[in-house]
């Protein structure tokens, strides 16, 4: 791996661990009023979530502000399948954490990837143009690799980040699958 990107993971992953409680809060709250006007976010019926950890922000509130749509959690993916699953989140608590110490709702019915119609993807640092790294695993990678044939197909995939997240420029491999749209608690930024 280039050596750019390990740096540039372990400084920004250290920022947003450094961000108090109270920031964290505002920022969740922020990112999902501004979530709340994008219109794909209006008419998304099946939504893919996450669990934050690390500093992330927070989003796990939207289940209250949109009581009428589907969350999905991603489950990490098991031999031989490289791909990340999704299961049915109703905002219950969750006893079984994975092996990154991230709960799953393990007993919960899935939804394959791609018929997500959005997808809120955790990222650890963006560019303007939708350039995304991530924790270095490439699992959002591999699951949305088919956007990449099919320009167009697939969820809307959708950053959020804390706006300190946002680097002018990000290299990327051919691997890296872009965002659509990345929402911080300052702005929107659309991408495709
Ligand atoms: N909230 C959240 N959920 C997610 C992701 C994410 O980025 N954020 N993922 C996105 O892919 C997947 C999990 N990916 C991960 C990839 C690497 C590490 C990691 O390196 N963790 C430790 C070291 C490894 C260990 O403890 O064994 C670390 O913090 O350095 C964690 C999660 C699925 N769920
Ligand atoms: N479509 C793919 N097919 C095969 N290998 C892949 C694919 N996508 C990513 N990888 C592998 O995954 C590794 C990690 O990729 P990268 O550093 O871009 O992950 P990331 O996007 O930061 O992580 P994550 O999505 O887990 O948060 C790379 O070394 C690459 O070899």
């Given amino acids: 791996m280039n050596e750019d990107k390990t740096q540039l993971r372990r400084r920004l992953r250290a920022e947003r661990r450094a961000l108090s409680a109270y920031q964290q809060r505002l920022h ?9 006007r994008i219109p794909q976010m209006k008419r998304a019926g099946h939504i893919g979530i996450y669990w934050p950890m690390d500093g992330e ?30 299961k049915y989140w109703n905002g219950a608590p969750l006893p079984f954490r ?35 790294l991530g924790m270095g695993a490439g699992f959002y990678d591999r699951t949305f690799e088919h956007k990449q044939l099919l320009p167009g197909s697939g969820p809307q995939l959708i950053g959020v980040a804390h706006q300190l997240q946002c680097v ?15 929402v911080t608690e300052q702005r929107i930024y659309r991408c495709r």
């Fill in 57 to 86: 922000l927070d989003v796990r509130s939207l289940l209250r502000r949109f009581p009428e749509k589907q969350f999905y959690l991603p489950v990490l993916p098991e031999e031989p399948h490289p791909h990340l699953g999704f």
């Fill in 28 to 36: 969740g709250r922020a990112a999902i009023t501004l979530l709340g």
């Fill in 168 to 182: 002018q420029h990000l290299p990327t491999d051919n691997w890296d699958i872009p965002l659509d749209t990345v």
């Fill in 98 to 132: 994975n092996r990154f110490h991230i709960p799953e709702p393990v007993r919960s019915p899935s939804r394959a990837a791609g018929l997500l119609d959005l997808v809120l993807v955790p990222l650890v640092a963006f560019d303007p143009t939708g350039a995304r």
